[in-house]
């Protein structure tokens, strides 16, 4: 018997996508049109992402796929399968999940898309993909499977709340082997929630911050807003999104936060010479 590969797979699934899709029409012309070039369309694609948050978050999210999926194959092979509101990921190495995961989340926070994502390791395997249309029938199959497939979406719902990247405990793993973590680029992070809390028993996280201050700011102000629009029943999600990001903050050498609702990051005190 051949077993399947062993792979690293990362999935992600837009936070409050059901409840969206729920209380907004679905205008096809709108999704055609915000997924097509931009070139002369570019105000009437404006004009659509005002008027339309469904169709919005749905594209600029398969947008932000498209886009880690670009960065990441001028590096490395990775194998990707995007449905619905939802994306699995799956690389050889930790370090290669980790940055298509940062990649996506990143842009998806910049264009207002809650997400979240869950990394695990296991066996993966895709048997194939199909689309076939005869007489009044369509058909569409993506077979695909594997333990690392399991683990990563239980990572990504186990419970814990936030825009937020979670090891599953077989990534976690990973963290110490060079081959997967080379120079220690993925960063990561302990849980402060009670991992006997989650059903995956995730304890780690990646800590996405990133390096250029102009790029914080950028997410930061992002996620002021969309704190600010949502629904009361999902603030609790934006409150430990900001409570994580201050201690990615601190764990770079950033200053505390007094207030988590502050359009403005605070800098970081230099010593006088």
């Not at 990775?78 to 370090?95: E, K, P, Q």
Request: glycine fraction near 6%; hydrophobic fraction near 45%.
């Amino acid at each position: 018997m051949m077993p399947a590969d062993l792979r690293v797979v990362a999935f992600a699934d837009i936070l409050g996508f059901a409840d969206l899709t729920e209380n907004n029409p679905v205008d096809t012309d709108r999704l055609n049109l915000l997924a097509g070039p931009v070139g002369e369309n570019v105000w009437a694609q404006i004009e659509a992402t005002k008027a339309d948050p469904l169709a919005a978050t749905f594209i600029h999210f398969h947008r932000g796929v498209k886009y880690a999926i670009d960065m990441a194959t001028i590096e490395h092979r990775v194998t990707s399968i995007a449905f619905s509101d939802s994306a699995f990921f799956a690389t050889a190495r930790l370090h290669e999940a980790v940055q298509i995961a940062n990649r996506l989340l990143l842009h998806s926070l910049w264009q207002k898309v809650p997400i979240r994502v869950g990394i695990a390791f296991g066996t993966f395997a895709v048997l194939g993909f199909d689309s076939r249309t005869a007489g009044s029938a369509t058909a569409n199959s993506a077979q695909f499977l594997g333990t690392a497939v399991v683990r990563a979406h239980a990572a990504e719902s186990c419970g814990l709340k936030g825009i937020r990247v979670f090891l599953h405990p077989t990534a976690a793993d990973l963290v110490g082997k060079p081959d997967h973590n080379p120079n220690g680029v993925v960063r990561v992070l302990s849980c402060p929630e009670d991992p006997a809390d989650n059903k995956a028993r995730v304890a780690k996280e990646v800590n996405y911050w990133p390096n250029a201050p102009t790029e914080g700011k950028r997410v930061w102000q992002s996620l002021q807003d969309m704190w600010q629009a949502c629904p009361p029943a999902a603030r609790h999600q934006y409150h430990a999104t900001a409570t994580a990001i201050n201690r990615m903050r601190i764990a770079l050498g950033e200053p505390p936060m007094d207030t988590l609702r502050r359009r403005t990051l605070p800098k970081r005190v230099r010593p006088r010479a």
